[in-house]
Structures are given as structure tokens and as C-alpha cells.
């Protein structure tokens, strides 16, 4: 499919990548790190995408209101449904018990709607998050001015969702927003430069926009998907069905297929916990984290509603989809944590179970001291093994003399014969520091940790530690206009 | 007591830091962050103590061995108890599973001998973890030439037990460490210059040594401590008794009280859960991680060892002045913690359990948004209520609308008065901006928060995120002379 080559070829870069450090803890040569070494330019991780490459049936605008300072720096944006079929949709969000008031009104949105929804209305700069009272009738007059300067339909249970992403403990310059309602309904399009700016829109402290888009075969019809997300820092999400929510992340996957409400939900939970639950930038979970997908079934040619009990074949198919999209919408947010100079894989094989993996994984992906290796490019498995070791588990099935430790070359370097570090517990007798050096440059890493107690495997992507990220985070004016949170 | 005067004035002013911050989320005003402020200057923490401020009955020598590159640095150190009674010896130990090789055997002289020790030894610059078979065999011949070289006593089940820290994955310099045993043992005194030179013999990346001397009257009995301890990164200790060890946190308590093995042991598990088990550098619990406690009973007039059982008041006595010990020898560990300039005190009530309350503050102490903020001195209760938001907690009995968030002055400032920042979870309509300010410019500071559903209280020690400490963990260099591990 031509037009979402570009993403393509970005996610098999990124799912291909199997990179590596160097130098290892035994070595007594160094250097020092350049400070602030400034986070690589991530321009070209922006795709843009001709007309035919979007999902049928949806249009899409965003304007400047006036939450964010700079003049002109989009702000708000709406997406909506024109499709004749009713529109599913799905959410999940934050578990954090301080949940935004935009992730509870959409929730209950959802609740009373049966999983049906109008679209979205979104805005950056401010989270509505610890706002009381006055902020849930903000994001309640956020969705229902938008409903009611919708076109009537016939469909009344379908009402406009809320995110908001930006500072906590602000309440919103509401009458800005509500302003802004009409103006930007009439400009609703299906314009690839309106998805574009949609996907600006949701922008706090990202450096790029992060829209994708794909297409898959299904009974020889052709699905399509979109996909948005915003995120750099305050990204550790655990994000649940509307029943439990969690956010600094957000995103939404907008869908031509034609798929019930529950089956949506059902897939929506299973790729979100492969994906965007299994990314950490910072390790703190947000008060607004949320993930919607909207399907309208506008694509032609489709018969009716999938289910999974009906419709199992195709069910599975888009599920899968539905996931690889997720895990390369994910990925792009860990591309852009706030001041990353690396993308670093972590794969724990060798577990009894899928849980214990995931967990390992975190502890690695979240440590601190590894982090800063990372950024030091410095092939500190100690540091590896010293957090595989303090995963919260219990009981604990890791044998230290059964862990081996594998740092796996990018694929943009000729060599890609494995580097073993660590072999059952015990450090491999002379380590190719030259290769390990070699290795650790590429801005690319994948490091295998097996546990060899199991079968099963899981995966978690992350970022490194730099002076950049202390620089963003550690200065108060830099809360004060675009602030990240959450 | 005059000697411990110096060590109980840092102690009250560490105890009654009641610091906080500046600025609240509301505001837009904003000030960057000098990049790389350094950290301050920690020479005044650094205790001196007269002869008779050390407890009887033992005497400590340390050296260079060359484990450390640089000429004359202190490597290598023993304590040995000189007294006619037996000395009692009990242990906390990380649970990390990757013990290290001494945490292992030093474990396993303290089964053998049921509690009893005839001292130490003690290198740094290599921590002798992750080295395989070898580096048990390095670790016990350290504790047997050590012991096989000190006079012949009647109490041959006394050994000596073994601690390393540096960097993981090194093999010890073994023949340079056992060459220079039988020059320590000659050199065994009790001189003040002597325990002060033993403390610098534990540092890595510490900036200045952390020796402490208290003392407290038991019966009319004078008793006496000494306590020795180091680190600075990879702090987060979860120790226990040795069947189930962790640790780059080392740590000593020698004492003249005489007192049963079991019940030191249950004493030390009380002092190390309410101290070294509250700090956090950076969340990184270490493979090395150990507090040794002896007790020689060689002070003036005691008649027979304490127990539980037979002396209550006595037993009760002696635990809390180890546990306000303990305390004092922690928060000197967070005060040199990597790259910090803030000591933070988190302080949560109002939890219906002391573990939920301790869950919450860890939460919080460990937030990298947090730790960046106060960095910036930025009063971000935003991230403050994330942080408390998604701590693991199930069931979890956090209401966010009981939740209070209170900035409390450093009692270096003249006005006392808390600066109530989140009420029952809504944010203070009109926050002092001037006053936050000025109280978040404090080297110390203590945030309270409240959960309003209980009586229970715990509290963690903090420090905040500098670019320091990622120059210090991003920079190879740094591995390659004082390693920080564990």
C-alpha cells in the first residue's frame, strides 16, 4: 500500500532494530560525556500522506484558541464521524486515581452510549486535571457545545468525546474554547494538511507530530486506519477500559471498518497493553492518559457490524492490525521523549509467564542508572542485571546462574552476530570492546535479557537519560507555555 | 554528651528540616534552571569526635591496596572487637537477586556462628558482584587470611565477615588485598584519626565520609555507638535479615552494649526498615547492599547480655536509640546523594496503614518529575498528587478529594506558617507566591501530604535530579577509577 509506505518503512526500522552498547563493565578505559549532548532532530520521523491514504468518513479541523501563549500555535481540534453507519467506539485510559476531568466525562460518555461515539473535541496547553468541580463542567461544555453545532442526525446517542493534554491545576479559558466550536466545525475537511494540523493540535513538549496511517486487506476489502498520539514525558501509561481509567499520553486510532462497540473494546484493551502500556519514558503515569479508536464502517463494500463470535477469522486479523498500528504509534512517542538520544528496546525472554517478562522489562526500561548508561553509551550490564534483580516479583523465579545478558547489533551495521555479555550468570571472559563501541553508537539499541526459566517473552521500549531531560523537567518556565503535563 | 554534640545538631536539623517549595502550578511566570548548578559544598558534615566518644572494645585500621587507581586512596579497611565477651553481630542484607559474592558470605558466617562476629573487612572500588565462582572463593579468603591472622581466642566461632562495593562484574585484586591483611592487623588502634580513616576506606562516589558517634545511658550505664556508611547512587535499599539479603548502601553500627545475637537482629530489622529502607537516590536497589551491626558488650559495668524477653525497658530503650541512629546515618547517605543540591523530606499521613503510607511517599521520592522539579525549586504539586496517584496499591483507598498537599517552612525561616498548596483536592485559590518562593530556595524541605483516611504515617528521604548526576551516571569515565558500584 503506497501511502503508508513511509510508516512502514519507519516501523520496520523501528521492530527491526536490534541494537546494542558497548564497552563493558570490566573495561577501564572511558569518556566522559559531552554535557548536554543535544537529543538527534527528529524531522524525519514526520510522515505526511496523500488523500486516499485516510480512513472514508471522517473529517477533521484545528485552530490557535489561545490556551497556548505563542500566537498562531494550534490548540484545539475536533475530529468527526460523517459516516451513514453508526460510529463504535472504544476508550482506555489512565489508571491514575487522580483521573483528569475530560477522562471522566468520557468515560461516561462511553457508559451511556453503549460504546458509540460523535467524535472528539480535543485541546493542548492546559490538562483540566485537579480542577474540581468547575473543570467537569468545563469538559462537559466542551463535548456538548460540539454535539449541538453538529449537524442533526438521527443518532442521538452519539455524543463528542474530551481529552485534554497540557498543565495541571489550571482551569481552561473555557470561553475561548467554546468560541472556537462553530468556527471550527465550519472548516471540518478531509484534507491530509487537516490531519496534519489535527495531529499538531494535540502537541505539548513533542518536538514532531505524530500521524500515521495504514491499510490491510479484509474479504478483499480495503480497511483503512489513521492514527494520532502525543506524548514525551510523564509516559509510564497503565491504561485500562473506561471502568478503570489512567494519561500524559494521548492518542486516538480512527477507523473506516465496521466493528460492534464490546469486539472494539476487546481488541482496543489487547493492543493497548502490547503497545502504548508497554513504553516508559520517565516511569510516571499520567492523570490523562487515554487512547480512543472510532470506527464509523465507511469503508465500502462491507456487509455488517464484525463480532468476535461471528466474524473470529476476520476479528483476529484486525486485532493484530490494530495492534502492530499501536505498538508503531507507541513507538514514536518513545522517539520523542523529552531530551531522548536513543530508542532502546528491551526483550526478556525466557520467562514462565508473559507477566514476569513484562515486569523484568520494566524494571530495566525504568531504571535511572541504566538510563543514563544509555546516554553515556556505556554497555553497563551491571546495571542491567542490578535491576532484572530488584523486579518486584513474587515469589521471584529468576536463578541468577540461569540469566545471560545480549546486546544484538542494529541492522544498519554489517555485523549482526549477537554480542553475548553475560552467559548464565556469568560475565563472557573477553568482550570485543571495539565491536561493543561500535555498537553502542548506533542511536538504535535491543538488549536481550533471558531469564532461561520459560517459554514466554515480552517487550518494552524506552529512552535514555539525558542533561536535556533535566533541562525540560527541572525548569519552572518551562511548565509556564507548553507545559507536558500530563 | 559533649562528643556526639556535632552528630546531634546535624541530627535536629536534619529531623527538623521542614522545607517545601516555590511557585505553584498556576503560575506562568518562570525562571530557567541554571544548567548544571552544582551541587553544594558538603565538607560541614564531616564529624570529628574525641577518643572517648568511640564505644570500648574496638579498634579498625584502613590502607591503599591498589583496588583504586589513584595513589594513597583509602581501599581496604578491618574492625575488629578487642573485648573479653563475645560479640554479638547481626546483618540486613539486600534483596536483590543478584547477591553479591560478600552479601552471600558474609550470610552464611553469620548461620554458622549463630550471630557472632570477631569483625570486619571491608574494600571499595570493586564490589567483587556478578564474578562467579572465583569471587566467593576471593570473598571467603578475605574473611579466613583476616581471621587466621588476629590472635587465637577461646571463641573460634568468631569470624569475619565481608563487604565490598565498586563495580560489578570486576574480579578483586585478591592478591593485593590478602598482602596487605597481616599490615592492617599491625596497625589496629583506636585512635579518632583510625575510625575516620576507616570511613573514608568505605567510599566510592561519596563526597565526603559519613562517621557518627551517640551515646546513651542504659541503667546508669553509659552506652556508646559508632556508625560508619557510604553511598550516593544506586540507593534504594530493601534489606533484610540475611536469609533473604540486598545493597550499594554499606553500613556499620559497632556498639559497647551487651546484648543476645536474636534480638540485635530483631532491633537492627526495626532500625533498617524506619531508615536505610526510607532513602532513595535513585530508586536502584543495589546487589551489594549491607548495615552490619556488632556489639561487643565490652562497656563499663554491664552484668549480662540484654534480651527481649528478660529486659523489655532495656531492650526498648536500646531499639530506639538505634532506630534515631540508624535514622541520622541514612539521611547522610541522601544528603551526598549523586548530584544532589535539595534533601527532601516526604511525610504522608493520614493513611489507614504505615505500609500504604510508606507505598505512597516511595511513590513520590522516586518520581523523576518530582526529583527534576525540586531541582528547578518548582513547587509542581501537580506532579506531587501524579505521583501519589499511581502508587501500587491494591485495593486503593485513595479518595483524591481528601487528599491535602502541604509545603512546611525550613526552620531557618522566620515565618513557620504551612503553605497549604492542595486542600482535599482542590487547588488553593490563591497560592503565596513570593512566600513559596522563599521557602523552596532552602537546601531542606518537607512536603506533607495528607490522605485524610486513617492514623498511620510514614516518612521517606529524597534528593532531588540534577544534571550532575546525569554527568556522573552518563559518563563511562566515571566507571572506570571510583566506580559508585554497588
Known amino acids: 500500500m503506497p501511502p503508508s509506505l513511509p510508516s512502514h518503512s519507519a516501523v520496520s526500522r523501528a521492530a527491526a532494530a536490534i541494537p546494542a552498547l558497548a564497552r563493558s563493565a570490566s573495561t577501564s578505559a572511558g569518556t ?231 469486539d472494539l473494546q476487546n481488541a482496543l484493551n489487547y493492543a493497548v497493553d502490547r503497545s502504548f502500556n508497554n513504553i516508559t519514558v520517565d516511569g510516571d503515569m499520567s492523570t490523562n492518559d487515554t487512547i480512543l479508536c472510532l470506527a464509523n464502517g465507511a469503508a465500502p463494500g462491507q456487509q455488517k457490524e464484525i463480532t468476535e463470535k461471528e466474524n473470529p477469522k476476520e476479528f483476529s486479523i484486525f486485532k493484530e492490525e490494530l495492534r502492530s498500528f499501536a505498538e508503531e504509534l507507541a513507538q514514536l512517542v518513545v522517539r520523542d521523549g523529552e531530551g531522548a538520544t536513543k530508542f532502546v528496546t528491551i526483550r526478556v525472554k525466557g520467562a514462565p509467564s508473559y507477566e514476569i517478562a513484562n ?3 520494566k524494571s530495566v526500561a525504568n531504571s535511572s542508572l541504566f538510563k543514563t548508561a544509555m546516554y553515556g553509551e556505556d554497555a553497563n550490564w551491571g546495571r542491567i542485571l542490578c535491576a532484572v534483580g530488584y523486579a518486584p516479583l513474587e515469589p521471584n523465579p529468576i536463578s541468577p546462574n540461569q540469566v545471560s545478558v545480549t546486546f544484538i547489533p542494529s541492522s544498519n551495521l554489517s555485523n549482526k552476530e549477537p554480542l553475548k555479555l553475560l552467559i548464565n550468570g556469568e560475565p563472557h571472559p573477553n568482550i570485543d570492546e571495539e565491536r561493543a563501541s561500535e555498537i553502542l553508537k548506533e542511536e538504535d539499541l535491543e538488549i536481550e535479557i533471558d531469564l532461561g526459566n520459560g517459554q514466554e517473552e515480552s517487550k518494552v521500549w524506552t529512552c535514555d537519560f539525558s542533561h536535556e531531560y533535566v533541562t525540560i523537567n527541572g525548569s519552572v518556565s518551562s511548565r509556564s507555555d507548553l507545559s507536558w503535563f500530563p
Open 32 to 262: 566522559a560525556v559531552t554535557p548536554n549532548k543535544p537529543p538527534p532532530n527528529k524531522d524525519h520521523l514526520i510522515n505526511t500522506y496523500p488523500a486516499e491514504a485516510f480512513p472514508s468518513g471522517f473529517q477533521v479541523a484545528s485552530t490557535h484558541s489561545g490556551i497556548k501563549k505563542k500566537a498562531g500555535v494550534l490548540d484545539l481540534g475536533i475530529l468527526v464521524s460523517t459516516s451513514e453507519t453508526s460510529c463504535s467506539a472504544a476508550a482506555c485510559m489512565t489508571r491514575n486515581v487522580f483521573k483528569a476531568a475530560p477522562v471522566t466525562v468520557t468515560s461516561e460518555l462511553l457508559r451511556n452510549s453503549n460504546g458509540k461515539a460523535r467524535g472528539f473535541i480535543i485541546n493542548s496547553g492546559c490538562a483540566n486535571a485537579v480542577t474540581g468541580k468547575k473543570g467537569l463542567e468545563d469538559a462537559w461544555s466542551m463535548s456538548n457545545t460540539t454535539t449541538s453545532n453538529l449537524p442533526q442526525t438521527n443518532k442521538d446517542n452519539e455524543s463528542t468525546l474530551v481529552m485534554s493534554t497540557g498543565v495541571i491545576g489550571q482551569h481552561l479559558p473555557i470561553d475561548k474554547i467554546l468560541g472556537q466550536i462553530p468556527n471550527l466545525i465550519k472548516n471540518l475537511d478531509s484534507s491530509p494538511k487537516s490531519w496534519l494540523d489535527l495531529s499538531k493540535s494535540f502537541m505539548t513538549t513533542d518536538t514532531f507530530p505524530k500521524l500515521r496511517c495504514r491499510s490491510f486487506k479484509l474479504n478483499d476489502k480495503e480497511i483503512k486506519l489513521v492514527g494520532i498520539d502525543k506524548g514525551a514525558g510523564m509516559i509510564a501509561p497503565s491504561m485500562g477500559p473506561p471502568q478503570q481509567p489512567h494519561a500524559t499520553l494521548l492518542g486516538v486510532i480512527a477507523t473506516d471498518i465496521s466493528i460492534n462497540s464490546n
Open 359 to 361: 515486569a523484568v522489562a
